[in-house]
């Protein structure tokens, strides 16, 4: 059974830093690609950072660039999302996704997605 488990959020003042985590189980870590994506109430989803382990590619939203920094421990099966210079922006349920595709694609309507973890910034 596929699963990625979202982590880390919580209240946080602008500026600040949270790592979030993607734990992931039941399918070849290495193959797939793996989205972090957002959605604040009312808003739109967006695609945060993405992550492909076959082309070593990584992808930031605009927003986030610079700010934010995608790692990942394949022993670990997991993904992390360390987020810095926090502004109230940022303020969503952030959750992450895998598939198998060839690159990463925020467009893309990733097959296996995760429960959400809050992220909310304080001004």
């Known amino acids: 059974e596929v699963q990625l488990q979202a982590s880390g959020g919580g209240l946080v003042q602008a500026g600040g830093s949270l790592r979030l985590s993607c734990t992931t189980s039941?399918?070849?870590?290495?193959?797939?690609?793996i989205s972090w994506f957002r959605q604040a109430p009312g808003k739109e989803r967006e695609g945060v950072s993405c992550?492909?382990?076959?082309?070593?590619?990584?992808l930031y939203a605009d927003s986030v660039k610079g700010r934010f920094t995608i790692s990942h421990d394949n022993a670990k099966n997991t993904v992390y999302l360390q987020m810095n210079s926090l502004t109230p922006e940022d303020t969503a349920a952030y959750y992450c996704?895998?598939?198998?595709?060839?690159?990463?694609?925020?467009?893309?309507?990733?097959?296996?997605r995760g429960q959400g973890t809050q992220v909310t910034v304080s001004s």
């Open positions: 996704a895998a598939d198998l595709i060839a690159r990463c694609d925020f467009d893309h309507d990733y097959y296996f």
């Open positions: 039941g399918f070849t870590f290495d193959e797939y690609v």
């Open positions: 992550f492909s382990e076959s082309d070593g590619s990584t």
